[in-house]
């Protein structure tokens, strides 16, 4: 579609506004993060002498390492458990014909559609009982059945070529191996979507850690940021910066390095980050 | 594996043997589906659908999560208290009021843009790109950046404010102003994620339609009113509905981290309100109670996004 010039015009001075707007704070914190303390609060957007003093300061004197390390274990853990299970279940729901079937994949559905905040008194409590405060375990297992995810790999099965399951099964392979060795690898575009939004999901989760993580030890990095906002960030602004740019830093890479299916893939499944 | 050993045996063999095999053969069939559901149900059922009834339970309750005290029952008395108090009250205002807001911010504003976007075609790529980035960053970062931005000492938007002669206040601080400072960083966080739906719903649409229009003499605006707008609304709804649920929900972190729910509940929720009773003075019954009646809102929003799905469906065909 053309738009007339004046139009073009205004559009791009908006566009380019909003730019702007995005930019702004991610220079602001990448020129805290680099400035050396006596610079931290002078406004100016460069640092004269680019300095890393301040992520020494979170590996050295606040405990970045461990959370950065639980950051990455549980989100690994997390994400594998998760897409292993909802493989599983989603193959349950495509390959065999069973009494329930529609019922239970409607209380998939219906999971789908219940967040979080409604569930966490009674699965707090639960933690609570079984001693897993503080640990992987709590961080990983309440969130390992996945209902988006059964739903959209039970799609992507659905559309598989019934002809290649075929030939499997004449093979003689069972709906186990047909599972792994055929449908597994043909379905890499809508797994690797899958693993990108799973990944964001569980690397910035607030809420839930909020709740069941309460020594340093056993912070993830979110919880890092918010433990170091309280009792170093407000007079330490350069370090605070840094730990914000660290957390950002593997959901940036990421989209920097798959652009196109990091967007296609977010708006796809409509999942705000 | 060893289906495909014993195929040649058994067809050696005869039929008997085959037959034999048969009823085994359909136990583990029948029980089949069930291994590979087992994980998903039992975490759906541990995790959610159980404590979806236990939450129910507890809001009937009175109990400080000290598991040496046994929870007392009390019926309904949490509903009432929770409803007559003024966090409650606060709360609910607040929520409509991020509710409301939200939708001309995160809903009307990204239309115009996403429409403009689209007209450039592939050249409007890298626009797309930079929108998009703020989806990707945890709302803890996001947050915490803008605490540092807005700082109103060292901050930098008082010293740039400063250079053209505006003086920066004490935006969060201020119960007047601290709820709307939050609204715009929510709306900062979701925007460019909103219009990249638009985008996709504009995709679908045929240019060749346009061309056609504009053969026929329509102008831009014309296009724009009869073809364009009318084939976003199924999109439309669905950023509304999205959005909605989205502000209830993710605002929390915000809220946690910028103001804690102050000044004088200017800023609280409905969300902070349950994690407040719940986590801060351990009022179990009091939170449960709150979780119900968000429940009650979320489901009308949720039977309003599958009404719109249906739509939505019902359009690409």
């Known amino acids: 579609m053309e738009l007339s010039r004046s139009w073009r015009v205004i559009g791009h001075l908006v566009l380019l506004t909003c730019c702007l707007a995005v930019a702004a704070p991610v220079a602001v914190v990448l020129a805290t993060a680099l400035k050396s303390p006596s610079e931290v609060f002078q406004p100016s957007l460069w640092p004269s002498a680019p300095t890393f003093d301040n992520f020494a300061t979170l590996f050295g004197k606040a405990r970045f390492a461990d959370y950065l390390w639980n950051s990455v274990a549980t989100t690994v853990l997390r994400v594998s458990g998760q897409l292993v299970i909802a493989l599983l279940a989603a193959w349950a729901f495509a390959r065999f014909a069973f009494r329930g079937r529609d019922t239970l994949f409607a209380m998939v559905l219906g999971a789908m559609m219940i967040p979080h905040l409604l569930t966490m008194i009674p699965v707090y409590i639960l933690m609570a009982r079984l001693g897993w405060f503080d640990t992987w375990a709590a961080l990983i297992i309440p969130n390992l059945a996945m209902p988006f995810a059964v739903f959209l790999l039970r799609q992507h099965m659905l559309a598989f070529p019934r002809d290649l399951l075929d030939a499997a099964e004449m093979d003689g392979a069972g709906p186990w191996r047909a599972l792994w060795r055929v449908v597994v690898p043909n379905l890499a575009p809508a797994l690797s979507a899958l693993t990108i939004i799973l990944f964001v999901e569980c690397w910035n989760e607030y809420f839930w850690p909020l709740l069941v993580t309460e020594t340093e030890a056993s912070r993830t990095l979110q919880m890092g940021l918010r433990e170091f906002l309280e009792s170093d960030g407000y007079s330490d602004f350069g370090a605070m910066m840094a730990g914000v740019a660290l957390a950002s830093v593997p959901a940036v890479a990421l989209f920097l390095i798959l652009q196109r299916r990091v967007m296609d893939t977010f708006v796809a499944s409509g999942l705000k980050g | ?317």
């Open chain 2, 1 to 317: 594996m060893s289906d495909a050993a014993f195929a040649p045996g058994a067809a050696a063999e005869g039929i008997p043997s085959a037959a034999a095999r048969l009823p085994l053969r359909l136990r583990l069939a029948g029980v089949a589906p069930w291994l590979y559901l087992a994980p998903t149900l039992l975490g759906l059922g541990i995790f959610v659908y159980w404590p979806l009834i236990h939450t129910v339970a507890l809001s009937m309750t009175e109990w400080n999560l000290n598991p040496d005290q046994p929870a007392r029952f009390v019926g309904l008395e949490n509903y009432g208290r929770v409803a007559s108090s003024t966090l409650f009250e606060h709360a609910w205002v607040n929520s409509l009021i991020y509710v409301g807001a939200s939708i001309p911010l995160k809903v009307l504003a990204p239309v115009p843009l996403a429409v403009f976007v689209w007209s450039l075609g592939a050249r409007g790529h890298a626009y797309r790109a930079i929108l998009f980035l703020p989806t990707l960053i945890s709302f803890v970062a996001v947050a915490i950046a803008f605490l540092w931005i807005l700082n109103p000492i060292f901050g930098y938007a008082k010293a740039w404010l400063g250079e053209i002669g505006v003086r920066l206040p004490a935006l969060l601080t201020d119960a007047d102003t601290a709820i709307w400072t939050i609204i715009a960083i929510s709306s900062w966080k979701v925007m460019g994620f909103n219009m990249l739906l638009y985008l996709a719903g504009l995709a679908s649409i045929n240019r060749d339609l346009i061309e056609a229009m504009r053969m026929d003499g329509a102008s831009d605006g014309v296009i724009l009113r009869r073809l364009i707008l009318p084939l976003l609304t199924p999109t439309l709804f669905f950023v509304l509905i999205s959005t909605v649920i989205f502000t209830i929900q993710q605002v929390f972190t915000p809220i946690d981290i910028l103001t804690g729910g102050g000044p004088q509940n200017s800023t609280t929720n409905l969300f902070h309100m349950v994690y407040q009773y719940t986590f801060v003075t351990f009022d179990v019954g009091a939170g449960a109670a709150g979780t119900v009646m968000l429940f009650a809102l979320l489901m009308a929003v949720t039977a309003a996004q599958i009404l719109t799905l249906d739509r939505r469906v019902e359009y690409g065909r």
